[in-house]
């Protein structure tokens, strides 16, 4: 039972470049959430998903997309990478909805 | 907009104390709290969470106390260890699958 798993744990863009993070989950989780957090602050929630085929936004969805295709994968995608979208990125999936959620260890992605 | 936060960024104490991390919301119509803990290099991890019907709950060293008159929550540590330091965080319900964290206590331990 590995949990959720994020990958890659750091990668460096350029401006313009896209990529899409991975994030899987073995628990049979129906919700899934995108954080990113950047130096000092809290977690902002980018997308989430209730269920496959269900995503909706959340606080700062602004330059990402995500699908739900699968329970068990939530890929959050990056088409044009800025220098605003520097930050580690966190994937958590949750059984209820509510606080329990399980997060990765996260991606450091820094766009130059 | 509606926000929750910490009082105070930084916390050191000495190993064996108590600890208190403060945090304030601003949502009136939040009904559930949740503490977390980030370890350096790892995600947060869930610690303790309390609903708004209650104003205490107690966990393995850990108790939240939850003031909803001034919109006040606490995380308690009993017994302070080396590894309890990490950055704590308060995070509430804000609407169905939003949850809203505050940016973060870092406590450290003091052998």
């Known amino acids: 039972n590995a949990g959720v798993t994020q990958t890659p744990k750091f990668r460096i863009l350029k401006i313009g470049q896209s990529m899409t993070l991975q994030c899987a989950q073995d628990?049979?989780?129906?919700?899934m959430y995108w954080y990113r957090q950047d130096p000092g602050m809290g977690l902002k929630l980018i997308y989430y998903?209730?269920?496959?085929?269900?995503?909706d936004k959340g606080e700062v969805p602004n330059g990402y997309n995500v699908s739900r295709s699968t329970t068990e994968d939530f890929p959050l995608r990056l088409e044009l990478a800025a220098p605003s979208q520097t930050s580690v990125y966190f994937c958590?999936?949750?059984?209820?909805?509510?606080?329990?959620?399980?997060f990765g260890s996260g991606t450091r992605l820094t766009v130059v | 907009g509606e926000s929750v936060g910490l009082h105070l960024p930084t916390l050191s104490v000495q190993e064996g104390d108590n600890s208190i991390i403060n945090c304030a919301y601003s949502?009136?119509?939040?009904?559930?709290f949740i503490w977390y803990k980030q370890e350096s290099g790892k995600g947060p991890q869930f610690i303790i969470d309390?609903?708004?019907?209650?104003d205490k709950r107690q966990g393995q060293r850990v108790t939240v106390l939850l003031n909803k008159t001034v919109k006040h929550l606490s995380l308690q540590i009993a017994a302070t260890q080396p590894g309890d330091s990490a950055v704590y965080f308060c995070?509430?319900?804000?609407?169905?699958?939003?949850?809203?964290f505050g940016a973060g206590t870092r406590l450290t331990v003091k052998p």
């Open positions: 309390i609903r708004s019907n209650m």
């Open positions: 949502n009136s119509a939040s009904d559930y």
């Open positions: 628990m049979n989780h129906n919700y």
């Open positions: 995070a509430d319900l804000y609407n169905n699958n939003d949850m809203r």
């Open positions: 958590a999936s949750s059984l209820q909805g509510y606080g329990d959620y399980t």
């Open positions: 998903s209730v269920g496959a085929g269900i995503t």
